[in-house]
């Protein structure tokens, strides 16, 4: 196995939906993990950096979002997928990703509820 740190930072709540029992969010879902085959000899270049064709590639950790009912990958003007790779084999992979996620509201204390919409991430495997 190998050890894989996500962090995530949302750029905008875009919108809630208590009709459809959902919400929108625009983030960014970075991943960091070691794979020393990605490794290089470098005296000038302290991490190298490329565009989501490498991707398809290489070895890269299967999150999703539990619940989803919609997302994507922004891609204006190109796709915005970062693998930035260190001469020791630490890998960053970074994703602009909305996603849309079902939220269970419980309004029968309205107008004095509160509502807690979490976004839940697991791996396949």
């Known amino acids: 196995?190998?050890?894989v740190g996500i962090d995530v930072q949302v750029e905008s709540i875009d919108s809630i939906s208590e009709v459809d029992m959902d919400f929108t969010m625009t983030l960014y879902l970075r991943h960091y993990w070691k794979d020393e085959r990605l490794s290089f000899r470098s005296n000038k270049n302290k991490s190298m950096t490329f565009d989501g064709r490498l991707i398809k590639k290489?070895?890269?950790?299967?999150?999703?979002?539990?619940?989803?009912?919609r997302s994507?990958?922004?891609?204006?003007?190109?796709?915005?997928?970062?693998?930035?790779?260190?001469?020791?084999g630490n890998v960053l992979f970074s994703?602009?990703?909305?996603?849309?996620?079902?939220?269970?509201?419980?309004?029968?204390?309205?107008?004095?509820?509160?509502?807690n919409c979490s976004l839940e991430l697991e791996s396949c495997k």
Do not use: G
């Open 95 to 115: 994703l602009r990703i909305t996603v849309s996620a079902m939220c269970f509201m419980d309004f029968s204390r309205f107008p004095l509820d509160t509502q």
């Open 72 to 88: 994507f990958i922004h891609d204006t003007t190109v796709e915005n997928i970062m693998l930035r790779v260190y001469p020791d």
């Open 58 to 69: 290489i070895w890269v950790p299967d999150v999703f979002f539990v619940h989803s009912k």
């Open 1 to 3: 196995p190998i050890p």
